[in-house]
């Protein structure tokens, strides 16, 4: 009784589409990024002007991590400001959009594989909001976030971001918020200001994951442990790939990638974003 309400109110609110939203996986870099005009957040911008309106946002952010995979589910999440040493003006920033706790329980249901706890406490960290204040500034679209579960292994986030596909045909964008090459270890520090500045291994990984999302080679963008030394360098740590794999599971097999933001950082780091129908 408890689900069917649950799917009635959804379809009410967020009634099935002809068409599917798009989703993206966009590297999302430095905090700052979100109080710059920069050549990222312009494009951010610029791209969600060419997006049909979403009627709610979930974002899989590499800043929230924890032991079972949870979803937002509060009527207003807070605005997470997680990290430090920043000019005063980004602590600052406050971003009001709306929870949507009726899409939560819905999602929640949507994924059987595992059980999605509904969370209340966490709300929007920087992986999200330093991005979708720059797509949608007025804060009047419904924003969640679903959590990475660090005890899993790729393959689980690719799997459960197909059980998320119905999303997209009830008008939800998804989005995907890390970096494909991380290594903030190496930044060069004194060229940050340096555009397209890369080591060898940054460039060498950026452009084979570039070819296998073309290619829609899943099976090698899972185990990206086994592409060499490069990809070893380019992911240290596999929270900031995480969430390429959950918008790679939600792909239609043919649907083609459109890059955006494919630029280095810092010599270890690269902003390259993708975006799928």
Do not use: C
């Not at 920043?86 to 971003?95: G, H, I, M, S, T």
């Amino acid at each position: 009784m408890v689900l069917t309400s649950i799917l009635q109110s959804m379809l009410h609110d967020f009634p099935e589409q002809e068409l599917q939203m798009p989703i993206l996986f966009i590297g999302h870099g430095s905090p700052i990024n979100g109080i710059e005009n920069n050549v990222f957040s312009k494009q951010w911008a610029a791209m969600a002007q060419t997006l049909p309106v979403p009627k709610a946002i979930i974002v899989i952010s590499a800043h929230w991590q924890t032991r079972g995979t949870q979803i937002t589910a509060m009527d207003f999440p807070p605005t997470i400001h997680d990290f430090g040493g920043f000019p005063e003006a980004l602590y600052a920033v406050q971003y009001p959009a709306p929870g949507q706790p009726k899409l939560a329980a819905f999602t929640k249901n949507l994924i059987t594989a595992t059980t999605i706890g509904l969370d209340h406490e966490w709300g929007l960290d920087h992986g999200t909001w330093t991005v979708v204040r720059h797509m949608y500034p007025q804060a009047n679209i419904p924003v969640l976030q679903l959590s990475i579960d660090y005890t899993q292994k790729a393959a689980y986030h690719f799997e459960l971001g197909q059980a998320l596909q119905k999303l997209r045909k009830h008008g939800v964008l998804l989005i995907g918020s890390g970096n494909m090459v991380h290594n903030l270890r190496m930044v060069n520090w004194q060229k940050l200001q340096e555009p397209g500045f890369a080591y060898d291994w940054a460039i060498e990984m950026n452009e084979t994951f570039k070819k296998l999302i073309i290619a829609n080679n899943v099976p090698a963008l899972i185990h990206y442990e086994q592409l060499g030394k490069a990809a070893q360098l380019a992911i240290p740590t596999p929270e900031h790939y995480i969430p390429l794999l959950y918008i790679l599971g939600l792909r239609q097999p043919n649907e083609p990638a459109f890059f955006f933001n494919d630029q280095a950082i810092g010599g270890s780091l690269t902003m390259t974003s993708v975006q799928f129908g």
